[in-house]
T-cell receptor
């Protein structure tokens, strides 16, 4: 089955700097890659996603890139702010209906003031 | 996005007992899922709750331990049976609306502590 690896497990950046989180997946049939943000004690929230027919997607300060050949995808957060501090999970959907998603292990992002 | 609620929000249970968690959605949804999130860990899919048929369980999860019901398109229950301290986790339901973006949204979770 699908296996999603995520790194780093923890990341600390200065406020205003950029943060990058990287993931790899194993199943070449995966075609949907969402990113979730989970603040302490709260539910995971979908922040951005990308389908396999595009290489990059941007939404204000966050962007996701996808390299299907290498089976890599990444989350980029620019101009980081204190409210970006959270755990971020990447995920991949291993079947064509995109109904089941497999999560990475998570990255705890801390923004230093 | 769908509005999802779960009951209870938290519970403390004794080992050997069972707890049933409810998930309610404010609209009809095609797919409902149950996840477990152990402390400090990622989300692990337990099963897909299918309306009108038995749930589909992931490797490592069995129906006797985690029976699931899905009586209609807006409601599902997950029971954690014969609990042990290792079952202490947050249990979350999620829904897939079936719309173009394949987006999944999560309920607020049920924090279970087994003593």
């Amino acid at each position: 089955g699908e296996n999603v690896e995520q790194h780093p497990s923890t990341l600390s950046v200065q406020e205003g700097d950029s943060a990058v989180i990287k993931c790899t997946y194993s199943d070449s049939a995966s075609n949907y890659f969402p990113w979730y943000k989970q603040e302490l004690g709260k539910r995971p929230q979908l922040i951005i996603d990308i389908r396999s027919n595009v290489g990059e997607k941007k939404d204000q300060r966050i962007a996701v890139t996808l390299n299907k050949t290498a089976k890599h995808f990444s989350l980029h957060i620019t101009e980081t702010q204190p409210e970006d501090s959270a755990v971020y999970f990447c995920a991949a959907s291993p079947d064509s209906s995109a109904s089941k998603i497999i999560f990475g292990s998570g990255t705890r992002l801390s923004i230093r003031p | 996005s769908a509005v999802i609620s779960q009951k209870p929000s938290r519970d403390i249970c004794q080992r050997g007992t069972s707890l049933t968690i409810q998930c309610q959605v404010d609209s009809q949804v095609t797919m409902m899922f149950w996840y477990r999130q152990q402390p400090g860990q990622s989300l692990t899919l337990i099963a897909t709750a299918n309306q009108g048929s038995e749930a589909t369980y992931e490797s490592g999860f069995v129906i006797d331990k985690f029976p699931i019901s899905r009586p209609n398109l807006t409601f599902s229950t997950l029971t954690v049976s014969n609990m042990s301290p290792e079952d202490s986790s947050i249990y979350l339901c999620s829904v897939y609306t079936g719309q173009a973006a394949y987006e999944q949204y999560f309920g607020p979770g049920t924090r279970l502590t087994v003593t």
